[in-house]
């Protein structure tokens, strides 16, 4: 019998590059297939020729072994094949039901769309995974998170044969993996071959049994992940072992960063502490506990309702972003599309973006060093490809994300705020990005990293903020930290459901 | 020296058109290959595009040929220049102008000068330092309607404007010629003087409110025939055709066609055709050598029902020649 | 309709008159509220008749503006969309054709400019702004050439009694365009259509990868607005009782003003059926008590110009910042 | 300038000149082979001259123009504030002001007029259509008003020499307006402003994170408008001899059909000067050549409708789809 899903040979050019290069493996009915490799593998190319939104300019895939060709996101859909994208693909004005049947809306009479049957039916697909989401609220009020489960509760509404899956869980927390790894088996079971893109390996060895590794757009190999080690798995990722990496701490006492009784219009309540020079803190806690405004607010980019900020000692007043990166404050945002990149400008301009002034002395941009730093500082978070001048938006996420990072190494900031730094970012570009980190500590930053993933911020911090609701619930330092410790903290302590973080 | 700045209304060195040809002679032999090139406003009024036939018709006449361009919208003063300065590169005999503002066409007059070619400027925007200006007095378009609500509406009572485009030369001196005219004769009150815009639509609106407002009113006066016809649907719809009297200005054919229906009361019709005819008389005989006077002035007249018949088709130049003559 | 729909559908309606439409109406009734003041007579019902009535072709093409809005695009070609139509099936019409005949000739005529600007956009992927100035010189001259330049002039009785007439009161045409806006306001909030306009508007990708007809959605947009531009040339021909080719002079900037003034964004994903009305209205009304004022036409122009600016900074303030 | 930066400066311009910028020369190359082959004397040095003097005003607009929709807005209010400053300064040079000072009042006057548009899209946050569409009305209305509705003659001969001038062959205003592109030029390409325009119209949200002046790049761009429009209405005066409070009519659309021919993106973070000047000269061609090839109004009405459309085509072809 033929496998459900079958890619063979295809190849995508796009101009200068080569992003898939005869790409060849299979997904049996039933099968959780994953899908590994580095940023810029060619992961999202090949779901994208899946789903129709790309055409490859070689190769065929075939489908119960027939051949299907896939002109558009509608043949795509009609052949079996539904998708959750990398990039959330949502229109904010609509409802939540709305967007989760565009294009194929439920209809009464023919004529009119049947609103109070698309809710209900979206609400059934999303209770799977998290019920407190409103199917009639408008998308654009929802978080990050809730958005993506929205996303994956829209693939489920097909009842595809086929269901692709672009890093699902970039913006998820463990706890509602689980939740989401249970609909996935249940998938399978019902037949459904899946293929699973993930950078977070441990999800990917706890729900596939196989899975293809791809480099430079490339196959490397399709193993069979009861077979082989994560370690192994990198290492077939990235070409190389990548050493293990050990926890070293450069904070001193010297505070650069002390914040008292922050509060925002929205979430974040008196929250203090202190950040040090050559300090990693760490800053834990559910969706929605407010971590984000908090960066937010230490960034300039909101103003704070009452509390201060003081600087090396000194008060600092931010009303924008623009006063804290004066300051020497700069901002790795959460969501790196709508807040981190300028999509048509190219690798060297975002980079510089925040530092143009540094390198126009004297009015004109001095380009011949600001590409000699672009390609320091490039090569510093080694982009791949290593082209300054090309667009930005033509760049995996990962990619995206190091040149971000570059923006404020080039503008000289001492104190860098990471929000989800390594959201959508592979393996090897991870252990670059913490070794970064370390680094940046080490020269004497000091950094506040926010993250869901609770191992992150074990390896990273030095000290640990747990915030719940808005404020700090507990503050760990290196002694007492563990998964289970942050857990405790960051779940609220009386179960009451008013408790619970607020999800509208 | 230089000369003052050219006012038509009111310039000395004046002749009226009838008298052109006792003064100058009969119309005098041309240099081989005189070719004549005109530039007006637009021709979506047809005004304009009557100037031009009057302008055709008696290049045909004399055998010069004429090409007649206009702008392409009303307002275009840029596309307008460029036009002009087109003519003047293709090394016509003589320019006939009839500028959007008094101002655009003004790099002309030297370009013009420099060629050695004599710049006719034919109504309606006055270019101050034109040195010939063939048209009529825009200012007693708005004094004649004025004079028959004083002579045919002894009683006096309320009156309204409908203004062109706010800030044009001839919105401004119609409605003034108008107005100051009416107020003086006492018995008379101008109750509104709004935009048009030239549109047939924004008049038919304003009248609509005007008449709302004031329903005793007993007349409107409009800048041209376009407006002045949407003013006359205002009026019927709201059932007052009996006791509303309506003018407009330029004496198009639509004008003339409603003026015989009964509907539109009148207009002050200043025989752009004819304007054409002695426009480019006037240009020829300056390219012939001849010094004529700064102005040549154009008939008017105001066409009711009752004399419609006299001043259409081609008994128009007669009965103006006898008008002129009568008025000497 | 029972009694429980007729309260759902009373709720979902007010639901549809969104905070923002709330701001819109708010300036309306300031506006109101100061030329009522200043103008005796301007809140008597045959005043404000008229400003519904001189109120409603811009409102027919806002309407139509409003719909290619929200698809992200915008049609600066409206006016000679209607000039073209009105000179067609008004010379139909001289020429004998029977009127309804002549109208449906004159609907065609607005749906094929519409279609022409339409498939350019969509299909051969140029910017909106760019295709409607192309044919809004292209439409505009084509009327001029078929017409010579000179109006169209004596429409049949019937056609003139048909949208001269009234209706409950109120003119025919105020009548025609309700009937358009509430049809508008089903579309957009009640069928896949409506979702469409704001989907591919809002996020065009987005909408692509869904599955969204993306070309026919933006067609159909631009097609509506050249029918709604023909529907205005019919109403406003049956008014004047001639059909000229330099008809709808300007008539663009009116509805996108009444557009945006109502909510809509220029950006795309955006737009209030209701808040185009009232934003139609209150251009309507400025112009109503301008006249009434007899304010003199250059004060007129800066009136026109601080009330735009007005109504929106009133809407932005009412609504608060974002 | 040593040889080796020479060499390398002309490398960095070609590499300015884009794939699109060369579908906009293609469209400028086509048209000029089809008038040079249907007007003898098109290709005369003293007509290529008159094309670029007809050029250059709305060179020097669209380049404002170009810089503000690169920033994501729109401004239609070049034509009034043009005029607004020409009156005022033509008046002060009437009432015996040294010509100098009243060409700095006009200066003046157009980066005020920037000014108000540009704080109320950049601090009040209104959308940039309707703000300048409103501005639009209340600048012309005030240069109306000011004037009374007359044109102000008699301008000193010495201010007419300097903008009538010509230097190396060639009309001082075409000099002046190369100048201003190149500058425009080098402050898109080498000044942190022109990438802080590119990031707020790309981006505006990033923009604002990265630490990007946003209503300052905002209020800046317009007011280069307002400024650039200044000058326009200056060469314009100086070659009129006369400033007329109605002057400036509908110059917006033709700057913002030249921008957008060369590649300016009316969704903003896109734009180009080399493009924008060639789109001007695209446009100051074809009316040159339709007007020597005597064409009729409504025929050339109809060209300019097709040709802005056949440009974007070529451009469209020759540069691929997206
Ligand atoms: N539209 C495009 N045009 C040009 N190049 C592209 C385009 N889309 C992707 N690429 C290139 O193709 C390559 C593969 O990118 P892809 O997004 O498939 O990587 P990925 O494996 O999904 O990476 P990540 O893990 O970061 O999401 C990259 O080098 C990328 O720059
Ligand atoms: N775009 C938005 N619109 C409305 N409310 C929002 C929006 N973004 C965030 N919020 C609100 O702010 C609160 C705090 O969110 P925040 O993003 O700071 O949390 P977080 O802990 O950083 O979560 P995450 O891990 O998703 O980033 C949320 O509960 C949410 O209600
Ligand atoms: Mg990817
Ligand atoms: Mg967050």
């Known amino acids: 019998m033929s496998p459900r899903l079958q890619f063979q040979g295809i190849s995508k050019l796009f101009p200068a590059v080569r992003a898939l290069d005869g790409v060849s493996f299979s997904v049996g009915a039933g099968e959780i297939h994953g899908l590994l490799g580095e940023n810029g593998a060619g992961k999202s190319t090949l779901l994208r020729i899946l789903s129709g939104v790309y055409r490859p300019t070689a190769g065929s895939v075939l489908i119960d072994g027939k051949p299907v060709t896939l002109v558009n996101p509608v043949a795509a859909r009609a052949a079996g094949v539904a998708m959750i994208h990398q990039e959330l693909q949502q229109v904010p004005r609509l409802s939540v039901a709305q967007n989760m049947f565009l294009g194929h809306p439920l209809t009464r009479g023919a004529i009119f769309v049947a609103r109070r049957e698309q809710e209900r039916r979206a609400a059934e697909a999303l209770a799977a995974i998290d019920p407190s989401i409103d199917p009639a609220a408008p998308l654009g009020t929802l978080k990050v998170a809730q958005r993506q489960i929205v996303e994956i509760a829209r693939a489920l509404l097909d009842r595809a044969r086929i269901v692709a899956m672009d890093e699902p869980t970039s913006s998820l927390t463990p706890s509602e993996f689980e939740r989401l790894a249970q609909v996935i088996t249940g998938l399978a079971r019902d037949g459904v071959a899946v293929v699973y893109v993930s950078h977070k390996l441990d999800e990917v060895f706890g729900i596939c049994r196989r899975a293809t590794i791809m480099r430079d757009g490339v196959v490397v190999d399709s193993v069979d992940l009861n077979d082989l080690s994560e370690k192994a798995v990198v290492a077939m990722m990235v070409g190389r072992e990548l050493a293990q990496e050990q926890h070293n701490s450069h904070a001193t006492n010297k505070v650069m960063l002390s914040a008292r009784g922050l509060s925002s219009a929205t979430k974040v309540r008196n929250v203090s502490f202190d950040l040090h020079r050559g300090e990693v803190l760490g800053i834990a806690g559910l969706v929605g506990s407010g971590r984000t405004e908090l960066l937010r607010l230490l960034a300039g ?79 510093r978070v080694n982009l791949r490809p290593f082209l300054l001048d090309r667009p930005i938006r033509l760049f995996s996420g990962g990619n995206q994300q190091k040149a971000i990072i570059g923006r404020w190494l080039a503008a000289g900031t001492r104190i860098l705020l990471f929000d989800e730094p390594t959201r959508g970012i592979d393996v090897g570009a991870k252990a670059e990005i913490y070794h970064l980190i370390e680094e940046l500590a080490a020269e004497g930053h000091a950094v506040v990293v926010v993250s869901s993933e609770l191992p992150e911020v074990i390896r990273l911090a030095d000290r640990v903020l747990v915030m719940r609701d808005g404020t700090i619930a507990a503050e760990l330092d290196r002694a007492n930290l563990s998964e289970q410790a942050i857990a405790a903290h960051a779940i609220p302590q009386t179960q009451t459901p008013a408790a619970q973080p607020a999800r509208q | ?154 009683d006096g009572g309320k009156v309204a404007i409908v203004e062109g485009q706010a800030g044009v030369y001839a919105a401004v001196q119609r409605t003034d010629g108008f107005k100051s005219t009416i107020t003086e004769a006492g018995k008379f009150e101008v109750v509104a003087s709004v935009p048009g815009n030239w549109d047939r639509q924004t008049s038919y609106d304003a009248a609509t409110n005007i008449l709302q407002q004031h329903p005793d009113l007993i007349g409107f006066y409009a800048n041209n025939d376009g407006m002045a016809l949407g003013i006359v649907e205002a009026v019927k719809a709201a059932g007052l055709q009996d006791k509303v009297a309506v003018f407009g200005t330029d004496g198009i054919s639509d004008a003339y066609a409603s003026i015989r229906a009964g509907e539109l009361t009148g207009t002050v019709d200043s025989f752009p055709v004819l304007t054409g005819e002695v426009a480019l008389e006037t240009a020829l005989r300056l390219v012939a050598g001849q010094k004529l006077p700064r102005v040549v002035a154009t008939p008017q007249a105001l066409i009711t029902k009752d004399n419609a018949d006299r001043y259409s088709g081609a008994g128009a130049r007669k009965a103006l020649l006898e008008d002129a003559a009568a008025g000497q | 309709m029972s009694d429980a729909t007729l309260v759902r559908s009373q709720a979902e309606f007010l639901r549809g008159v969104s905070m923002r439409d709330a701001g819109t109406l708010i300036g309306l009734v300031v506006i109101l509220a100061v030329f009522g003041a200043l103008v005796p007579g301007f809140f008597a019902e045959r005043n404000l008749i008229n400003i519904l009535q001189q109120s409603s072709i811009n409102a027919c093409l806002a309407l139509g503006m409003t719909l290619v809005i929200i698809s ?244 932005r303030v009412t609504r608060g910042r974002g």
């Open chain 3, 72 to 315: 992200g695009g915008i049609d600066l070609s409206v006016g000679p969309t209607a000039a073209l139509s009105a000179v067609i099936s008004a010379s139909m019409m001289v020429a004998g054709v029977p009127f309804p005949l002549a109208i449906a000739a004159g609907f065609a005529i607005g749906l094929a400019c519409g279609l022409v600007n339409g498939v350019l956009v969509a299909h051969v992927g140029l910017q909106p702004f760019i295709v409607t100035l192309g044919t809004l010189s292209t439409y505009r001259a084509l009327a001029l050439i078929y017409t010579g330049g000179n109006p169209v002039l004596g429409l049949p009785p019937g056609f003139r009694a048909v949208f001269n007439g009234s209706l409950f009161g109120l003119p025919l045409a105020v009548v025609i365009v309700a009937c358009v806006a509430v049809v508008a306001w089903v579309v957009l909030k009640k069928t896949p259509f409506g979702e469409y306009l704001l989907a591919v508007g809002g996020n065009e990708e987005a909408a692509y990868i869904a599955g969204v007809p993306i070309a026919r959605t933006k067609i159909a947009a631009y097609m509506i607005s050249g029918l709604l531009a023909a529907l205005a040339a019919q109403i406003l021909i049956g008014r004047l009782g001639a059909a000229e080719p330099i008809l709808g002079n300007l008539w663009e900037l009116d509805a996108i003003a009444a557009a945006a003034i109502g909510g809509a964004s220029l950006m795309g994903g955006k737009g209030s059926v209701v808040g185009t009305i009232l934003g139609a209205v209150i251009l309507g009304a400025m112009r109503n008590g301008l006249t009434l004022m007899n304010v003199q036409s250059f004060y007129q122009l800066l009136a026109t110009g601080l009330i735009i600016l007005a109504a929106m900074l009133i809407d």
């Open chain 1, 301 to 379: 980019a909101d103003r704070a309702t009452a509390g201060t900020i003081a600087i090396d000692g000194k008060a600092a007043r931010f009303f924008s972003p623009r006063d804290a990166i004066a300051a020497g404050v700069g901002l790795v945002p959460e969501e790196r599309k709508r807040e981190g990149i300028v999509p048509l400008r190219s690798i060297t301009s975002n980079m510089a973006l925040a530092s143009m002034a540094v390198f126009a002395p004297r009015g004109l941009i001095d380009h011949a060093r600001l590409k000699q730093v672009a390609a320091e500082k490039m090569s």
């Open chain 2, 1 to 154: 020296a230089d000369l003052a700045p050219l006012n038509s209304d009111t310039e000395k060195d004046r002749i009226d058109w009838s008298q052109v040809e006792a003064k100058f002679g009969a119309f005098p032999k041309l240099p081989e290959g005189t070719k004549a090139g005109a530039v007006s406003k637009t021709l979506t009024n047809e005004y304009w595009r009557s100037l031009g036939e009057g302008y055709t018709a008696f290049g045909a006449k004399v055998g010069v040929p004429v090409v007649y361009q206009a702008a392409q919208s009303e307002g275009d003063q840029l596309g307008q220049l460029t036009i002009a300065e087109g003519l003047v590169t293709q090394g016509y005999n003589v320019l006939l102008v009839s500028p959007q503002t008094d101002a655009n066409l003004q790099p002309i007059m030297e370009q013009a000068k420099a060629a050695n070619v004599p710049v006719v400027n034919v109504n309606d925007a006055v270019i101050p330092q034109a040195e010939h200006y063939v048209g009529n007095v825009q200012r007693d378009n708005g004094v004649r309607v004025a004079k028959w609500f004083i002579k045919n509406r002894p």
